[in-house]
């Protein structure tokens, strides 16, 4: 397996725009999670699913953050209108279990210009 | 309640010298512990992970880790520190179930030659 892969590996918009950042799980996992991380706040969890159904989404900062997952292999985060503060990378990453053990992505590093 | 506390931010020693890098949790219940690996620019990777076997676990790269229930520490160690292993780790607890996962701060390794 090629493990978690996200798209873009990075991304440079304007505020105000809709980002859509994608993500890959690794075939298999029932657990997906979406992370940001920024030097200030550290690694924060911002939603996760299981078996496609959003679980838990109170880490997600605003409304203008959603994510989805259509299916087993794919899921998006979306930042509408996006804002300078929403600068930093994020994580999207899966795991067999209960986050048994999580395999992190690449990371999307997104600048909000 | 859970949390994590790595207890310093940034960690310097020589290459071929021992490194601790040193973790403290505190859970309600029987705790899987983590380690995580994360060089500039890259995703996480597991180092190595507890979940109520063998109380000294090895992981990757030479790294290993003891659980202490009576210290309520994780710390991860390596005999001899190399280059390669300037990097950002972070010390990861979870109780289980739908609880959210917590991360460390992280620390930051710095080897010098």
């Known amino acids: 397996d090629a493990g978690v892969i996200q798209s873009p590996r990075h991304e440079v918009t304007e505020m105000g725009q809709e980002v859509t950042l994608r993500c890959k799980p690794i075939s298999g996992h029932d657990y997906l999670f979406w992370y940001r991380q920024t030097m200030m706040r550290g690694l924060e969890l911002l939603i996760y699913?299981?078996?496609?159904?959003?679980?838990?989404d109170s880490g997600m900062p605003e409304d203008r953050f959603s994510a989805k997952m259509p299916n087993a292999s794919f899921s998006t985060l979306k930042i509408q209108p996006s804002e300078p503060r929403d600068s930093a990378v994020y994580f999207c990453?899966?795991?067999?279990?209960?986050?048994?053990?999580?395999?992190f992505g690449q990371g999307t590093r997104l600048t909000v210009v | 309640a859970q949390s994590v506390t790595q207890l310093d931010s940034h960690v310097s020693v020589s290459e071929g010298t021992p490194v601790l890098l040193r973790c403290n949790y505190s859970s309600s219940y029987s705790p899987s512990l983590f380690w995580y690996v994360q060089h500039p620019n890259k995703g996480l990777q597991l180092l190595l992970k507890?979940?109520?076997?063998?109380?000294l676990v090895k992981g990757i790269n030479g790294f290993e880790a003891e659980f202490k229930k009576s210290e309520t520490s994780f710390h991860l160690t390596k005999p001899s520190a190399h280059m390669s292993d300037a990097a950002e780790y972070f010390c990861?607890?979870?109780?289980?179930?739908?609880?959210?996962?917590?991360f460390g701060i992280g620390t930051k390794l710095q080897v010098i030659p």
């Open positions: 990861v607890v979870n109780s289980g179930g739908y609880q959210k996962v917590t």
């Open positions: 990453a899966s795991s067999l279990g209960a986050w048994t053990e999580a395999f």
């Open positions: 507890y979940t109520s076997a063998a109380t």
């Open positions: 699913f299981n078996n496609n159904v959003p679980i838990d």
